[in-house]
């Protein structure tokens, strides 16, 4: 197939577009690289550097390209900027995924996926979350992909353009190849944050609150690898054909602050320092996903469910990338 990967050269965006190239597919990717790195696109993919804001170039884009199907990952992502700079996310992440879908229907492409998030469950009623579970955005970002999820509903209602999204829990990890990884200009994840302390950039990792209702009293998060989420992309463009579709994507199991911290220690062998600080604004005690959906209706299976495995990889990539992507930041 011939796939446009929005924000291709992004953490997530990057890690799909090696899966398809490896799976041969023909990827173009349109990213304006305010997060993302040019290193980070898998040498067989086209690379068009560009924005979604200007429509006339998304238009250009899809006038010059064939495109079978559309992956979106270009977007703004981080939760607490969403709360200080809501119109980032309640207006550009919005209309930037309306440039896009304008496009799609003028040229008639009609497969879609949407890289969605868990910050749709704010106050969860049931653990692990499934698809049943109530929408509560915990933030303008969170409502930012609600919104496009209905803009998705009726694009698919009124002009049969089908899409899946695929709601995140945690992506961490990196290739196993190691040569792409997390890398953001300020980071602000937990398990780079605290490879970083291994890597001696940083003196400790501070956790975030340690008075949550949970066993150990930190926060408990579903860690999913970026390559198992990657799979889910393929798996779900596949699946198109038998309709529009929703999926929560995590590995099902959850993991505490303190038990990623003991996890980094044990694969990086370095003395992690750590001290306790306050809460962080807007984190729920527990998020993790219940994904039996995907992996029946799919045959979705993790290869790195396992959290050392997770850790292990990223723990490669920065250890053999200790300044990221380099030059190109
Ligand atoms: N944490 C710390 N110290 C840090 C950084 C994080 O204790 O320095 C804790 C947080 O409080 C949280 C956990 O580590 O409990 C994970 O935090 P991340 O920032 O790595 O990830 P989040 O769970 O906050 O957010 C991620 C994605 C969001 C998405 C959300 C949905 O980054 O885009 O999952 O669950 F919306």
Known sequence: MNILVTGGAGYIGSHVVEELCEAGETVVVFDNLSTGHRAAVHPKAEFVQGDLKDAASVNRLFDDHHFEAVMHFASYTLVGESMAQPFMYLGDNVSNALNLLRAMVEHDVKRFILSSTANLFDDPQRMPIDEQERIVPGSPYGESKFIIERLLHWMDRIYGLRFAALRYF????????????????????????????????????????????????????????VNDLAQAHILALKAL???????????????????????ARAVTGCDIATEIGARRAGDPAILIAGSDTLKRE???????????????TAWEWHRTHPNGYGLDQ
């Open 170 to 225: 945690n992506a961490a990890g990196a290739s196993p190849t190691a040569d792409r990884g997390e890398d953001h200009a300020v980071e602000t994840h937990l398990i780079p944050l605290i490879l970083k302390v291994a890597l001696g950039q940083r003196a400790r990792i501070t956790i975030f609150g340690n008075d949550y209702a949970t066993p150990d009293g930190t926060c408990i998060r579903d860690y999913i690898h």
């Open 241 to 263: 054909d038998r309709g529009s579709r929703i999926y929560n994507l995590g590995n099902g199991q959850g993991y505490s602050v303190k038990d990623v911290i003991d996890t």
């Open 298 to 312: 799919l045959g979705w299976q993790p290869r790195f469910a396992a959290l050392r495995d997770i850790v292990a």
